[in-house]
């Protein structure tokens, strides 16, 4: 049962859909996708954003397609994106989302609100199972909705996860996703096969071949 109709049921009222008052904000682009990283629940956080955009960005600036990162002031940024993290207010953010392309990211409000305005999704899911949490207002046809790998286990529904399931999903799935949506052609030659603690920070290892100072380094 999706949590929507847990609540219809327990309160005895009837589901409609919900609206939304949206307060103008200047984007400073027409064709843009949202994407949004939230800070609240850890198990729910994806570490490697910046490696889907990677991917995305090329095949994007083809289209003249932005992206652009909402969310509050202390979430964290993900590179290459228009950052509006903490410029917007709910009302703001319903006009973004609802004149942008698509909206990627996790189990969340923007998801929600980007449902309840009929746009295309490609929404994450960890903790919870995506049958009780998914953009209830949307067709089928306009959302991917891509479940972490549990290895047969039921969701912890906890908000924090160790480790995060959310890090098996593989950046090139989602990036793939976003592009079937829009209808645009994605092509990618490698496979993900692990991700472990460290693939998000980028580390270096290199073999010195005359004395270093260490405190130059820094």
Known sequence: MHIVEAYASNTCLKINKPFIYEKYYPVGCDRYITIHNPCKFDSRKYDHWDSVVRLLKPILNKEDIEIVQIGTKDEKKIKHCESLLGKTSFNQLAYVIKRSMLHLGVDSLPVHLASGCGKKIVALFSNMYACHSRPYWSKDEDVILIESDKEGDKPTYTATET???????????????????????????????????????????????????ISNTG
């Open 163 to 213: 480790p995060k399931t959310i890090h098996t999903i593989a950046p090139e799935k989602i990036a793939a996703a976003v592009c079937m949506l829009l209808g645009i052609e994605f092509s990618y030659d490698y496979e993900t096969v692990m991700t472990g603690q460290f693939f998000h920070i980028g580390i270096i290892e290199t073999i010195p071949e005359e004395p270093i100072q």
